[in-house]
């Protein structure tokens, strides 16, 4: 796996926080070498989903609570649509000890963009599914 220190497809980033371009990802997540966090929220899961094995949702508001449930011994990739929230947590599972943790560089929207699985519930979703809604001129229209 390719894993790399600064983002190369998302202008956020913060110090210490690796990343792992949606290629290397899929290709470590069907390999079962590496599991997907999707830290949004489960409204936002219901909209739309990566449908593959080693994908596992985890909202970032509930990340703490769910921390015993993820296996530290494990090459965790985390998404979500702009790499925002990922990186922030991938930040908190550095501090907690976690050692082997990448943000998805691009987020969901670059991974999309790449034609990779993600499956759709929803007929006329907009934006990103947050409630934040798409801004035109705006780094991943506005969305998180």
């Not at 796996?1 to 290397?24: A, L, R, T, Y």
């Not at 409204?43 to 508001?61: G, T």
Request: proline share 7%.
């Amino acid at each position: 796996m390719n894993i790399n220190d600064k983002p190369q497809h998302q202008e956020f980033e913060i110090e210490g926080v690796k990343h792992i371009s949606p290629s290397d990802a899929l290709e470590a997540i069907r390999k079962g070498e590496a599991v997907l966090i999707d830290v949004r929220e489960e409204d936002e899961v219901k909209l739309e989903y990566i449908p593959l094995d080693n994908v596992l949702n985890h909202p970032m508001s509930v990340i703490l609570e769910r921390l015993p449930y993820i296996a530290k011994d494990q090459q965790i990739i985390l998404g979500c649509p702009g790499g925002v929230r990922s990186s922030k947590v991938a930040n908190l599972l550095n501090l907690q000890g976690y050692p082997h943790v990448a943000n998805l560089d691009g987020g969901f929207t670059l991974w999309k963009t790449k034609g990779f699985p993600m499956k759709s519930n929803a007929s006329s979703a907009s934006g990103c599914g947050c409630g934040c809604g798409p801004v035109s001129g705006e780094p991943n229209g506005g969305c998180c």
